[in-house]
């Protein structure tokens, strides 16, 4: 990585344009702890901290409530509860039905019923113990197969379908059925949820929120205030992570905190500490993944018919889109002939779960691996080569289930250097070498590929806009509809801008992201963050820039085109301007110097009733390789070695890119080797803390860990200077420390079988899993 250095006065590249792998922007702020987060604002005098009061059932009828012993301990000041919403108790992202506070019923353990606000917050705590409510206990639904059994749903099934999927299965020479539970994920952002509501004059609202989504959290305060949304404006300078977790769920906390403000007229803050974070609001979906598949000899899928079952919680939020997106990664790289893909989405009384890195493609696609090294196992072919017949093909084989056409299609050479890279066959004759001569510890070895759909599956979100104004000094103000989380999308940004206008990356101020300043944005989700809020911020540099361009030409009589703009210079007819000085003439002249950008992305539909369409605007590829060795007396497991080649397109800034991969691939191993979360009987989550939720550590990280960024491959569609997405994709070639489990138990039996194993590969699982491994190798020999 670079830092921006001091440079010479030879007219030269800019620094800190498009492609530099310049440090993040906040990095040296976050390690010395200056970066400002919510929680270290300046608080004034009178601010009121704020507690939730939590449902202790899962599903029962609130009888009554009684604040008056809450509201008479020392410092409180007010304690609420949904009758003191003024507005609309609603905060759907989507449908609606979503209350920010329970009104009649609880629906899950957690569910926040009431509120105490206090001086502050171990005042607040204290207090909220004392607030007595009568529950009427009613039958809860806690699992995925209660639910199915039951036909709980949160929305109606989904049915994706190509080709005569019955009559294909039907005569296909081979036949596998299997059933795969996949485990849910926790966020676990440093930064837990937060939000600080400043009431203003008349009924304004301004909100800080540590969100992904600011237009949202604007539409929840502004209904549960029942105002409009001019009177509400919402800031996010940064949040310490995100990772889906804060797309829809920062709106409960904002709504919450802006009907104190409201009603006690002072500033309000509401922090969730760790246990009450991961108690109250939504995680990544556990799923209950079905497959029936019909394949060739050779391994060759001829049809499959897939089932997937999200664990939803009490409300849609986005249960609805995340089992959409797993149904369009069920094919992950591979062609199907025929197919049938059915969702649901299960209601439960648990907490409503929501957007996670991947977003329903992280399930989509471990289904279809498990499926994969299942046809592998049974036929006795190696599970790569399975996996490669099966790729999609070009110009033939390239038709996926929901009808877009893969017409991007890199993943075979992609293949050929990982595999060539990570010395695939000679590791892997290493690892069987390994094996025959060690019986306690076995080795497994695995290959997968990935393609990740671009854009948000719903068309309409796949919009942006920017903000940039030029100062008379030459300086630049930028803001966007994007949020930063630490994925750099502020950088990133900012290096467009700098790039666009041909001057160096320090004239660039960047901002945080206002409501008031660019409104109606997206969500920063679906990895579309600098794809869009990139194009929408060159749009307006653009815009200026040729204000400028016309405004010299005219002035020096010459042809625009003589106009150039490169390192902090414009030169025109001989004339060599510094930027600051163009700027400082134009203004004099009376032009703008501000502009709006906007954007959308071309060439998208999708039809929701027959789930077919073209989704998304491109793919991103990427491929894994992993080593693992697992103990079999204890099932502890450790990844050797990771090889990954990932495609970032013309990436805009390597640095950044590379951190996303590692990053996200680690985030991934948790979730498929420890993170477990564990519900009891009543439905009471009893992992809520770090003590029983067990996220990687830097020493889980693989010790050789081999990330390459795939060389000269430019976008094929246009976005923004040839880049692609990257922020979730890489998440899913975790799913190759998982392959590589079950390739380590299956080689801990003597006789070649199928592998069962679940998600996560915790150590319990993968005990059992060698246990029943050899029972079988034991029975069949
Ligand atoms: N990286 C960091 N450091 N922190 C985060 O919270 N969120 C991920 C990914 N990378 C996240 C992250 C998720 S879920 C998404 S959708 C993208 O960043 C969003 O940002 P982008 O669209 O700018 O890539
Ligand atoms: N679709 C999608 C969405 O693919 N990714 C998202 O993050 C998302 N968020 C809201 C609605 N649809
Ligand atoms: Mo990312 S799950 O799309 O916020």
């Known amino acids: 990585m670079t830092e921006p250095k001091q440079k010479s006065d030879s007219f030269g590249p800019i620094i800190g344009g498009v492609g530099q792998p310049v440090i993040h922007d906040s990095a040296r702020k976050h390690v010395a702890g200056a970066a400002i987060y919510i929680d270290d604002m300046a608080e004034p005098p009178g601010t009121q901290h704020l507690f939730l009061v939590k449902s202790p059932k899962a599903h029962a009828r609130i009888l009554s409530i009684d604040v008056s012993a809450a509201l008479a301990a020392p410092g409180v000041n007010?304690?609420?509860?949904?009758?003191?919403?003024?507005?609309?108790?609603?905060?759907?992202?989507?449908?609606?039905?979503?209350?920010?506070?329970?009104?009649?019923?609880?629906?899950?353990?957690?569910?926040?019923?009431?509120?105490?606000?206090?001086?502050?917050?171990?005042?607040?705590?204290?207090?909220?113990?004392?607030?007595?409510?009568?529950?009427?206990?009613?039958?809860?639904?806690?699992?995925?197969?209660?639910?199915?059994?039951?036909?709980?749903?949160?929305?109606?099934?989904?049915?994706?379908?190509?080709?005569?999927?019955?009559?294909?299965?039907?005569?296909?020479?081979?036949?596998?059925?299997?059933?795969?539970d996949v485990g849910g994920q926790d966020h676990f952002y440093l930064e837990s949820h937060i939000a600080f509501a400043f009431p203003g004059e008349d009924r304004d609202m301004l909100v800080h929120s540590s969100t992904q989504h600011p237009t949202e959290v604007q539409h929840g305060v502004s209904h549960v205030l029942g105002v409009p949304s001019h009177a509400v404006t919402v800031e996010c300078r940064r949040m310490g992570g995100g990772f889906g977790g804060k797309e829809s769920q920062?709106?409960?906390?904002?709504?919450?905190?802006?009907?104190?403000?409201?009603?006690?007229g002072k500033p309000a803050k509401l922090r969730l500490n760790r246990d009450d974070d991961m108690i109250v609001t939504g995680k990544r979906h556990n799923f209950l993944v079905e497959y029936d598949i019909g394949f060739d000899g050779e391994g060759r899928l001829l049809a499959g018919d897939f089932l997937y079952a999200a664990q939803g919680g009490n409300v849609a939020d986005l249960t609805g889109p995340v089992v959409t997106r797993a149904l369009c990664h069920t094919d992950n790289s591979y062609y199907f002939p025929a197919i049938r893909a059915r969702g649901f989405a299960c209601k439960t009384h648990t907490v409503s779960n929501t957007a996670f890195r991947g977003f329903g493609g992280p399930q989509g696609i471990i289904g279809i691996e498990a499926a994969m090294d299942?046809?592998?196992?049974?036929?006795?072919?190696?599970?790569?080569?399975?996996?490669?017949?099966n790729y999609y093909g070009i110009g033939e084989r390239d038709h996926t289930p929901y009808g877009q056409r893969v017409e991007d299609n890199i993943l075979e050479p992609l293949t050929e250097q990982l595999l060539a890279r990570a010395e695939f066959e000679q590791r892997k004759a290493e690892v069987a070498r390994f094996n025959a001569q060690n019986s306690v510890l076995k080795k497994g070895i695995a290959m997968m590929p990935l393609k990740f759909g671009?854009?948000?599956?719903l068309p309409s979100l796949n919009q942006a806009g920017a903000l940039v104004h030029v100062y008379t000094d030459g300086s630049i103000h930028l803001n966007h509809g994007g949020t930063e989380m630490g994925q750099?999308?502020?950088?990133?940004?900012?290096?467009?801008?700098?790039?666009?206008?041909?001057?160096?990356?320090?004239?660039?101020?960047?901002?945080?992201?206002?409501?008031?300043?660019?409104?109606?944005?997206?969500?920063?989700?679906?990895?579309?963050?600098?794809?869009?809020?990139?194009?929408?911020?060159?749009?307006?540099?653009?815009?200026?820039?040729?204000?400028?361009?016309?405004?010299?030409?005219?002035?020096?009589?010459?042809?625009?085109?003589?106009?150039?703009?490169?390192?902090?210079?414009?030169?025109?007819?001989?004339?060599?301007?510094?930027?600051?000085?163009?700027?400082?003439?134009?203004?004099?002249?009376?032009?703008?110097?501000?502009?709006?950008?906007?954007?959308?992305?071309?060439?998208?539909?999708?039809?929701?009733?027959?789930?077919?369409?073209?989704?998304?605007?491109?793919?991103?590829?990427?491929?894994a390789v992993c080593e693992v060795v697992i103990d079999t007396l204890t099932g502890e497991n450790r990844?050797?070695?990771?090889?990954?080649?990932?495609?970032?397109?013309a990436s805009l800034n390597p640095a950044i890119d590379k951190g996303q991969i590692e990053g996200a691939f680690v985030q991934g191993m948790g979730w498929v080797t420890m993170e477990e979360l564990w519900w009891d009987k009543s439905g009471r989550l009893r992992t809520h803390a770090p003590s029983t939720y067990k996220i990687p550590g830097s020493r889980d990280v693989p010790p050789d860990f081999r990330v390459h960024l795939l060389e000269h491959a430019p976008n094929k569609e246009n976005t923004i200077y040839r880049s692609k997405a990257v922020g979730e994709p890489p998440?899913?070639?975790?799913?190759a420390v998982w392959l590589a489990l079950r390739d380590a138990v299956a080689n801990s039996a003597d006789v070649p079988l199928s592998v069962d194993l679940d998600a996560p590969a915790t150590p319990e699982r993968i005990l059992?899993?060698?246990?029943?491994?050899?029972?079988?190798?034991?029975?069949?020999?």
Not at 250 to 264: F, G, N, W
Not at 454 to 457: K, Q, R, V
Not at 770 to 777: F, K, N, P, S, T
Request: one cysteine or more; proline letters at 5%; a neutral charge.
């Open 374 to 389: 299942h046809i592998a196992r049974h036929l006795g072919i190696p599970p790569e080569e399975v996996r490669r017949r």
């Open 639 to 649: 990844c050797l070695r990771t090889d990954i080649i990932h495609d970032v397109g």
């Open 78 to 180: 007010a304690v609420l509860t949904a009758a003191d919403i003024p507005g609309h108790n609603d905060i759907s992202p989507i449908g609606k039905g979503e209350p920010a506070l329970a009104e009649g019923v609880v629906e899950y353990i957690g569910h926040p019923v009431a509120v105490v606000a206090a001086d502050s917050m171990a005042q607040a705590r204290d207090a909220a113990d004392l607030v007595r409510v009568e529950y009427e206990e009613l039958p809860a639904i806690l699992s995925i197969e209660e639910a199915l059994a039951a036909q709980s749903y949160l929305l109606n099934p989904m049915t994706m379908i190509r080709g005569d999927w019955q009559d294909a299965l039907d005569q296909a020479p081979h036949r596998i059925k299997a059933r795969l």
């Open 250 to 264: 920062p709106t409960i906390i904002a709504a919450i905190a802006a009907l104190v403000a409201r009603k006690t």
């Open 488 to 623: 750099g999308l502020f950088l990133k940004v900012a290096q467009v801008v700098a790039q666009t206008l041909q001057v160096d990356l320090d004239r660039v101020k960047i901002s945080a992201t206002r409501t008031d300043k660019v409104p109606n944005t997206s969500a920063t989700a679906a990895s579309t963050g600098s794809d869009l809020n990139g194009m929408a911020a060159q749009d307006a540099a653009l815009q200026i820039k040729n204000r400028l361009t016309l405004f010299l030409a005219e002035k020096h009589k010459t042809d625009p085109g003589k106009v150039v703009f490169a390192d902090n210079k414009v030169t025109v007819a001989g004339t060599v301007y510094d930027f600051a000085e163009v700027a400082k003439l134009a203004w004099a002249a009376r032009i703008s110097l501000s502009a709006a950008g906007f954007y959308r992305t071309p060439k998208i539909h999708w039809d929701l009733e027959t789930m077919q369409g073209r989704p998304f605007f491109y793919y991103a590829y990427g491929a």
């Open 768 to 781: 059992w899993a060698v246990e029943d491994q050899r029972r079988r190798a034991g029975e069949v020999a």
């Open 731 to 735: 998440l899913m070639l975790a799913t």
């Open 454 to 457: 671009i854009s948000f599956n």
